[in-house]
């Protein structure tokens, strides 16, 4: 009972963050206190997850080829995001394209799920 108490308070810690980085920054009465409060929330999301991901470590529940997958889908997924930073940045400054509705960069930031996606679904049937 006790290591699914810190495995939930690590996803509340998790949610809680989020939350702050969000919606609390969003929401504070000034600059300053919103940037505290996005600092503050990414904080506790990175501390939730390097915490959650420890607790499971520890009680054996995550296996080794899973983790291995999913730090491989992580290296690609940042090589693709910032690989489609660089090169909408270079299209952008070149041409009068625009994106519909939201900020181009905003857009981008479908990349790296479609990237983790694509590698995830590809090393769960070669390993």
Request: no cysteine.
């Amino acid at each position: 009972m006790g290591d699914n108490l810190g495995t939930y308070a690590s996803i509340g810690l998790m949610a809680i963050g989020v939350v702050a980085m969000t919606v609390g920054a969003d929401l504070a009465p000034d600059g300053p206190a919103g940037g505290v409060l996005a600092a503050g929330g990414a904080v506790a999301v990175v501390v939730g997850g390097v915490w959650g991901f420890r607790l499971a470590e520890r009680r054996g529940d995550h296996d080794e080829r899973y983790f291995q997958i999913t730090l491989r889908g992580t290296a690609f997924s940042l090589w693709g995001f910032y690989w489609a930073v660089v090169g909408w940045s270079q299209f952008a400054d070149n041409t009068t394209a625009t994106t519909p509705v939201l900020d181009p960069l905003t857009w981008l930031l479908f990349v790296p799920w479609v990237v983790f996606g694509g590698t995830y679904w590809y090393y769960t049937r070669v390993m």
